[in-house]
């Protein structure tokens, strides 16, 4: 059998729900220390995304954690350097792990602002692991707390309104 099964008579995709279990346990397997995470005070909901600092669409969601965070959504960034290990996307991010405030770092870099070069034990590779595992082919790539994945750029508001409708 190839594809996925559905249920006929509930209409489900049952095979959607096992991989989506499948992947919100490797994303629990990893402890927040080894994210670049932003959270408001009391958050609602928690999403996880794989970016890339080189990535347009990452930069413009990036451009409203503030609003993330008003609607009260915690956002966990996994490193995802989509050229690869020899890149300037993984030297960058990196480098981002290395500084001495990550979050600071990760906004600057969106920003198109230059970090400065750093080297020290990161989770870069494992990130990239983990995405590639996960069928990560793209970012932003954004995984849901059941582990749902929604690909590419969702803007704040909208994000909220699925995260509060379900």
Same mark, same amino acid.
């Given at each position: 059998?190839?594809?996925?099964?559905?249920?006929?008579?509930?209409?489900?995709?049952?095979?959607?729900?096992?991989?989506?279990?499948?992947?919100?346990?490797?994303?629990?397997?990893?402890?927040? &220390?080894?994210?670049?995470?932003? #959270?408001?005070?009391?958050?609602?909901?928690?999403?996880?995304?794989? !970016? =890339?600092?080189?990535? *347009?669409?990452?930069r413009k969601l990036h451009?409203?954690?503030?609003?993330?965070?008003?609607?009260?959504?915690?956002?966990?960034?996994?490193?995802?350097?989509?050229?690869?290990?020899?890149?300037? &996307?993984?030297?960058?991010?990196? #480098?981002?792990?290395?500084?001495?405030?990550?979050?600071?770092?990760? !906004? =600057?870099?969106?920003? *198109?602002?230059?970090?400065?070069?750093?080297?020290?034990?990161?989770?870069?590779?494992n990130h990239m692991d983990?995405?590639?595992?996960?069928?990560?082919?793209?970012?932003?790539?954004?995984?849901?707390?059941?582990?749902?994945?929604?690909?590419?750029?969702?803007?704040?508001?909208?994000?909220?309104?699925?995260?509060?409708?379900?």
């Open positions: 059998l190839q594809g996925s099964l559905i249920d006929l008579q509930n209409r489900e995709n049952i095979t959607e729900g096992k991989i989506s279990k499948a992947k919100k346990a490797m994303l629990d397997s990893l402890p927040e &220390s080894e994210m670049i995470v932003f #959270s408001p005070k009391n958050p609602k909901h928690t999403i996880t995304v794989f !970016t =890339d600092v080189e990535c *347009g669409y990452c451009q409203e954690i503030a609003s993330f965070m008003q609607e009260g959504i915690k956002v966990r960034y996994l490193l995802f350097p989509r050229a690869g290990l020899n890149s300037s &996307s993984y030297e960058q991010s990196v #480098s981002i792990w290395c500084a001495a405030d990550r979050n600071q770092a990760l !906004t =600057d870099a969106k920003a *198109g602002k230059n970090i400065p070069h750093s080297n020290c034990d990161n989770p870069v590779k983990i995405g590639e595992m996960m069928g990560v082919n793209g970012t932003p790539t954004i995984v849901l707390e059941d582990g749902k994945v929604l690909p590419g750029y969702v803007p704040a508001a909208r994000m909220a309104t699925y995260l509060n409708g379900k």
